[in-house]
């Protein structure tokens, strides 16, 4: 089988349903930045795997890169219910597991803040490689929540769908933010608090 098709050489791309539309619409946009995150999350997962921790160090590297794992399955159903026709969103995704994915991220958001040093000011992004790119993540996410916004207002999108997806990619940016917390404790460094230069 050829990955290639040929079909999206005029800067045209169908989505979910078969509707064709141009590559730079504000929907394309949207699920693109979502596959953008997936990726980038995939490398804050390797980069988490790769450190040499034992122990409970160790457990909790593990239980952070499975979280990653599946906000990365997550997210590609995210990518799918955008890449259909905003008007089948509910024949199509509803209702979805999104409400419950949010509603454990929270959880695990509220254990993890738990765990850390009480929060002194504004974090830069640093201290760790797999922090730095759990950052990264964060911007990118907020970055794919702009875009949705900006969707849904160019499309009047609304609705159940909608309103999950906008809730979930708006928690998981703060899931994100958490877990490069957590990363620089698991190895041991130091947060970087912004000092104001005035």
């Known amino acids: 089988m050829k990955i290639y098709t040929k079909t999206g050489d005029s800067g045209e791309t169908s989505l979910v349903g078969g509707v064709r539309i141009c590559k730079d619409s504000a929907q394309l946009e949207t699920y693109g930045t979502i596959d953008e995150l997936n990726s980038v999350t995939g490398v804050a997962l390797e980069l988490l795997r790769a450190l040499a921790l034992s122990g409970d160090k160790g457990a909790e590297r593990d239980l952070m890169t499975q979280l990653l794992r599946d906000v990365q399955n997550q997210l590609f159903t995210v990518g799918s219910i955008l890449a259909t026709e905003a008007d089948s969103w509910e024949r199509y995704w509803g209702p979805t597991d999104l409400a419950a994915w949010t509603e454990e991220m929270e959880a695990q958001i509220d254990t993890y803040s738990g765990q850390l040093p009480e929060w002194r000011g ?10 730095a790119q759990l950052h990264v993540c964060r911007t990118i996410c907020r970055r794919a929540e ?10 009047e999108l609304k609705g159940p769908v909608f309103d999950h997806v906008l809730k979930y990619t708006n928690r998981l940016s703060d899931f994100y933010f958490i877990l490069a917390r957590k990363a620089i404790q698991i190895e041991e460094k130091e947060e970087t608090i912004w000092k104001s230069t005035k």
């Open 122 to 131: 504004f974090i830069l992004p640093s201290g760790t490689l797999a922090a």
């Open 146 to 155: 702009r875009a949705l916004c900006h969707f849904a207002q160019e499309s």
